[in-house]
């Protein structure tokens, strides 16, 4: 297959997973993924669900929150009301806990991902794209990607990498290879707004129908350094042996 250039247009990372996250105009990445990206979390506390994660899926509201570095090690979140916690403020878990209506602790994973060390990378032509097929619309935030490229491929090109795809970013390199990487398989998280205010069903389930339920691509750090907004990108796609679903 030919080799595709283009250009990093955002940086986006989520450092406390389902919380918005903060859009950058550099990121390190190394073994890690994206460093800093989801290496914090909220852990349920209720008897029926202690231990698990919180998530999007059980309680949207962790969407009127948002986390960012700022100038520390650590996450400050911000409420809906505007308050800013520290992350290591005696507070948070408490006002977290009655904004999202359950009892809960903070985790911290010491600047790993939860999901492991993988980067979501989506594309401009096929978001355009979706948003002529949907007749509306779509925000990028949705779907909680690192990377958003531009690249003189066709829209939806992605959904047919398979391992031995690479992608090189400025000084960072990335790949398809195999071991849950490849076209991301969404769940229903898309469906909320990025503000956690609405949701829409119908997007996944146009998803599902027109694309296999794939919406950009998991990949993993094959050379580690700085990737920059405006950065030029070269892609070299190897075409998928199968489908490879990715939870």
Request: aromatic residues 6%.
């Amino acid at each position: 297959m030919k080799t595709h250039s283009g250009s990093l247009r955002r940086l986006l990372r989520w450092p406390v997973k389902s919380l918005r996250g903060e859009e950058l105009q550099e990121a390190l990445f190394d073994d890690r993924g994206m460093a800093g990206d989801r290496a914090y979390s909220l852990v349920d506390d209720r008897d029926d669900h202690a231990g698990k994660v919180l998530t999007v899926r059980r309680r949207s509201e962790m969407l009127h929150w948002r986390a960012g570095y700022g100038s520390g090690d650590t996450p400050e979140l911000t409420a809906p009301d505007g308050t800013v916690w520290q992350w290591h403020d005696p507070g948070l878990a408490g006002a977290l806990a009655r904004s999202l209506g359950t009892p809960l602790h903070l985790r911290a994973a010491d600047g790993q991902q939860d999901r492991g060390p993988t980067v979501l990378v989506t594309f401009e032509d096929s978001l355009v794209a979706l948003e002529a097929e949907l007749g509306r619309p779509v925000d990028l935030r949705r779907f909680r990607p690192n990377l958003h490229l531009g690249l003189d491929a066709p829209a939806f090109a992605e959904e047919d990498w398979g391992p031995g795809t690479t992608l090189t970013v400025g000084e960072v390199e990335l790949a398809v290879v195999g071991d849950h990487t490849g076209p991301c398989i969404r769940c229903a998280v898309p469906s909320w707004d990025p503000d956690g205010r609405e949701r829409w069903p119908e997007l996944q389930k146009w998803l599902i129908r027109e694309h296999g339920n794939k919406f950009g691509v998991i990949m993993r750090v094959t050379r580690p350094g700085i990737a920059r907004r405006g950065d030029r990108v070269v892609a070299a796609p190897r075409p998928a042996a199968g489908e490879l679903r990715v939870r």
